[in-house]
């Protein structure tokens, strides 16, 4: 409807609270902080229904991500009867004009049940506000319709987007990166009349796509179904078809292929918008809904699309963009005019970052592929090879990082320290083609692209090998622990956080098996010869000169269990005969990073700093020219 919703942390406050924006006034739905509990709570996500009188919201305990379905009731601000566990991803889809929705969620494991078969046969179901979890009908799950095969780790995400009759069925064969709808891999897609749901064990399901057509993202609008696919295009291309007689073969292409990557497409009043990458910055295209030539829309900042959020008959969108030296800004997109303008609903950072500079470079790689990457330090800053530099890089299921202002970085570039962000084969800088580039039998290419972009770092005196550090979070660890073995005196630390060096134990516990695609598996020689390729664990050698390591973990993380990061640290530290220290620092209420408390992520910024300050000798580095 009219109203707004948002997540706001205010100054000192533990974790952001929902916020409902009427006009101009705005007031607290919901404050995790106020829920009782022994852990801390956090609002994992929230989906508001089409009308605007009600919000489902995911709450989880101790950054376990393991959400708890909510429905909060707008106008009182009460929170319904409802709670619904195993809710994990907020695949959550309100049913237009009815007190409905279609939720996501995993079952609970019999005792006993092996952690690799805990998240098998989850399933979508129908639930009405007001009625008994208990009853709610089962609208998709695996041996449900002989039309939908489904082995047990797949998980079925249901749609029913406002602006059409018809509703979509997503089966994920893989894990995700991001809301199912977006950004998708290894996928099905099938579609259905929304009436079908009146009898949810009939619905006949019409198959749209399979993994091999390559549907990364969807928008629907009436009986035109939008489509991302890398099928014929290596970085995507967006196609339309009819979503009652869904031919790809026969599909008409509205932006075809080109050295852009094609990442999401909304419908904005009487045009759609589509989200392109290139070399990972975000650029945004308009093209009216009738076909046509595609318009860039001029974005206000050189960075990456955080959140972008589309309202079905309004022809607006609100965009949140940021870059390495400015703080995210919610900005407001005209679908009649094209033009972007701030909204002013978010204040800028205190942080001053107009004494810090940004090079863009491409570094060659030992086959000759450009990988992008970005260096960030102080201006004025001499290159004598004496500075302090942190190398980060992730490379994995196809992701960009969306979240590049650090404030809290401020300090080691006032202090000489240098960032360089690389754009690692496996990530999504280029689209599909740059993920299977580090996938599966390539995944090498992802840790010989994170050395070389540091020997680049040290060849141009940006800093040397005593003072240069890698850090990697969660398949951030590939990268940073393949390079740790494989070159253990191009580094003066290391630093992998929630990381699973063992990858070929990783298919054994509870988030592994959806895994499988992207890293390999046991069962198979070719899928354990990738796996190889990827666990650092196995390649550690006793009596090698390793640098200092910082490996972090928490106890509640849902996707890493704790024992791979401390596996690691015990066997480094047996291992090591260089005398530094490796360290094991372990969160007894956090999980993955999602759902810290501020607190939570300061310290932790706190002590990775204090490691790295000490272990490369912040501070006695080049001064201003």
């Given at each position: 409807?009219?109203r707004?919703f948002?997540l706001?942390?205010?100054?000192?406050?533990?974790?952001?609270?929902?916020?409902?924006r009427?006009?101009?006034?705005?007031r607290?739905?919901?404050?995790?902080?106020?829920?009782?509990?022994a852990e801390h709570?956090?609002?994992?996500?929230?989906?508001?229904?089409p009308?605007?009188?009600?919000?489902?919201?995911?709450v989880?305990?101790g950054?376990?991500?393991?959400?708890?379905l909510r429905?909060?009731q707008?106008?009182?601000?009460d929170?319904?009867?409802?709670?619904?566990?195993?809710?994990?991803?907020?695949a959550v889809?309100?049913?237009?004009?009815?007190d409905?929705i279609?939720?996501?969620?995993?079952?609970?494991?019999?005792p006993?049940t092996p952690?690799?078969?805990?998240?098998?046969?989850?399933?979508a179901?129908?639930?009405?506000?007001?009625?008994?979890?208990?009853?709610?009908?089962?609208?998709?799950?695996?041996?449900?319709?002989?039309?939908?095969p489904?082995?047990?780790?797949?998980?079925?995400?249901?749609?029913?987007?406002a602006?059409?009759?018809?509703m979509?069925?997503?089966i994920s064969?893989?894990?995700?990166?991001?809301?199912?709808?977006?950004?998708m891999?290894?996928?099905?897609?099938?579609a259905?009349?929304?009436?079908?749901?009146a009898?949810?064990?009939?619905?006949?399901?019409?198959?749209?796509?399979g993994p091999?057509?390559?549907?990364?993202?969807?928008?629907l609008?009436?009986?035109d179904l939008?489509?991302?696919?890398h099928?014929?295009?290596?970085?995507?291309s967006?196609v339309?078809v009819?979503?009652?007689?869904?031919?790809?073969?026969?599909?008409?292409?509205?932006?075809p292929g080109?050295?852009?990557a094609?990442?999401?497409?909304?419908v904005v009043?009487?045009?759609?918008?589509?989200?392109e990458r290139d070399a990972?910055?975000?650029?945004?295209?308009r093209?009216p809904?009738g076909?046509?030539?595609?318009?860039?829309?001029?974005?206000p900042v050189?960075?990456?699309?955080?959140?972008?959020?589309?309202?079905?008959?309004?022809a607006?969108?609100f965009?949140?963009?940021s870059?390495?030296?400015?703080?995210p800004?919610?900005?407001?997109?005209?679908?009649?005019?094209?033009?972007?303008?701030?909204?002013g609903?978010?204040?800028s950072?205190?942080?001053?970052?107009?004494?810090v500079?940004?090079?863009?470079?491409?570094?060659?790689?030992?086959?000759?592929?450009?990988?992008?990457?970005?260096?960030?330090?102080r201006?004025?800053?001499?290159?004598?090879?004496a500075?302090?530099?942190?190398?980060t890089?992730?490379?994995?299921?196809?992701?960009v990082?969306?979240?590049?202002?650090?404030?809290?970085?401020?300090?080691?570039?006032?202090?000489?320290g240098?960032?360089?962000?690389?754009?690692?084969?496996?990530?999504?800088e280029y689209?599909?083609?740059?993920?299977e580039?580090?996938?599966?039998p390539?995944?090498?290419?992802?840790?010989?692209?994170?050395?070389?972009c540091?020997?680049?770092?040290?060849?141009h005196?940006?800093?040397?090998?005593?003072?240069l550090?890698?850090?990697?979070?969660s398949?951030?660890?590939?990268?940073?622990?393949g390079?740790l073995v494989?070159r253990?005196?191009?580094w003066g630390a290391?630093?992998?956080?929630?990381?699973?060096?063992n990858?070929?134990r990783?298919?054994?516990?509870?988030?592994?098996?959806?895994?499988v695609?992207?890293?390999?598996?046991?069962?198979?020689?070719?899928?354990?010869r990738?796996?190889?390729i990827?666990d650092?664990?196995?390649?550690?050698?006793?009596?090698?000169?390793?640098?200092?390591?910082?490996?972090?973990?928490?106890?509640?993380?849902?996707?890493?269990?704790?024992?791979?990061p401390?596996?690691?640290?015990?066997?480094?530290?047996?291992?090591?005969?260089?005398?530094r220290?490796?360290?094991?620092?372990?969160?007894?209420?956090g999980?993955?990073?999602r759902?810290?408390?501020?607190?939570?992520?300061?310290?932790?910024l706190?002590?990775?700093?204090?490691?790295?300050?000490?272990?490369?000798?912040l501070?006695?580095g080049?001064?201003?020219?």
């Amino acid at each position: 409807g009219d109203r707004l919703f948002h997540l706001r942390q205010a100054p000192g406050a533990s974790v952001p609270v929902l916020v409902v924006r009427d006009g101009e006034t705005a007031r607290t739905l919901l404050d995790p902080a106020a829920l009782p509990g022994a852990e801390h709570a956090y609002l994992d996500w929230f989906v508001p229904s089409p009308d605007g009188r009600y919000v489902a919201c995911g709450v989880s305990r101790g950054g376990s991500e393991f959400s708890v379905l909510r429905v909060v009731q707008v106008d009182s601000g009460d929170l319904g009867e409802e709670a619904i566990a195993g809710t994990f991803h907020g695949a959550v889809s309100w049913v237009p004009g009815a007190d409905t929705i279609v939720y996501h969620r995993y079952l609970d494991p019999a005792p006993g049940t092996p952690p690799g078969e805990r998240r098998h046969d989850s399933r979508a179901c129908l639930h009405r506000l007001g009625t008994p979890v208990a009853d709610d009908p089962v609208v998709l799950a695996r041996g449900r319709s002989p039309r939908v095969p489904m082995a047990p780790v797949d998980r079925p995400f249901v749609f029913t987007p406002a602006g059409s009759d018809w509703m979509i069925a997503v089966i994920s064969h893989s894990a995700l990166i991001a809301p199912p709808g977006e950004q998708m891999s290894d996928c099905s897609l099938y579609a259905a009349p929304r009436a079908a749901l009146a009898d949810p064990g009939a619905c006949p399901g019409q198959r749209v796509a399979g993994p091999a057509d390559g549907v990364t993202a969807f928008a629907l609008h009436g009986t035109d179904l939008y489509l991302v696919t890398h099928r014929e295009a290596p970085r995507s291309s967006l196609v339309v078809v009819s979503v009652g007689e869904p031919d790809l073969g026969a599909a008409t292409v509205l932006v075809p292929g080109s050295e852009r990557a094609v990442v999401g497409v909304r419908v904005v009043g009487d045009h759609l918008l589509v989200h392109e990458r290139d070399a990972g910055m975000s650029r945004v295209a308009r093209l009216p809904l009738g076909g046509g030539a595609a318009q860039e829309v001029p974005l206000p900042v050189d960075g990456v699309i955080e959140e972008w959020v589309t309202v079905p008959g309004r022809a607006e969108a609100f965009i949140t963009l940021s870059s390495w030296t400015q703080s995210p800004q919610v900005y407001r997109y005209d679908g009649r005019t094209g033009a972007v303008t701030d909204t002013g609903w978010l204040p800028s950072s205190p942080a001053d970052f107009s004494g810090v500079e940004v090079t863009d470079l491409r570094v060659p790689a030992r086959d000759g592929t450009l990988v992008p990457l970005r260096v960030v330090h102080r201006r004025g800053l001499v290159l004598d090879g004496a500075n302090p530099a942190i190398l980060t890089g992730y490379g994995s299921y196809g992701l960009v990082v969306r979240q590049l202002f650090a404030p809290g970085m401020l300090a080691w570039y006032e202090r000489g320290g240098v960032c360089a962000f690389a754009g690692l084969r496996g990530g999504g800088e280029y689209g599909r083609e740059w993920h299977e580039a580090g996938r599966g039998p390539r995944k090498e290419n992802t840790i010989t692209d994170f050395i070389d972009c540091a020997e680049y770092l040290i060849e141009h005196r940006y800093t040397s090998p005593e003072r240069l550090a890698g850090d990697g979070t969660s398949a951030g660890g590939t990268p940073t622990g393949g390079a740790l073995v494989r070159r253990p005196g191009l580094w003066g630390a290391m630093v992998m956080r929630v990381a699973a060096p063992n990858t070929t134990r990783l298919e054994l516990s509870e988030n592994g098996p959806i895994n499988v695609p992207e890293d390999g598996s046991i069962a198979t020689e070719a899928g354990l010869r990738d796996l190889l390729i990827t666990d650092s664990y196995l390649r550690v050698r006793d009596g090698i000169r390793y640098p200092a390591v910082l490996l972090t973990a928490g106890l509640n993380d849902a996707r890493v269990a704790v024992w791979q990061p401390a596996k690691m640290a015990a066997r480094l530290q047996a291992a090591t005969s260089a005398g530094r220290p490796v360290l094991l620092r372990v969160e007894a209420h956090g999980g993955h990073g999602r759902g810290s408390t501020r607190a939570q992520r300061d310290e932790l910024l706190a002590d990775v700093l204090a490691f790295l300050s000490h272990e490369l000798e912040l501070g006695a580095g080049s001064p201003i020219r």
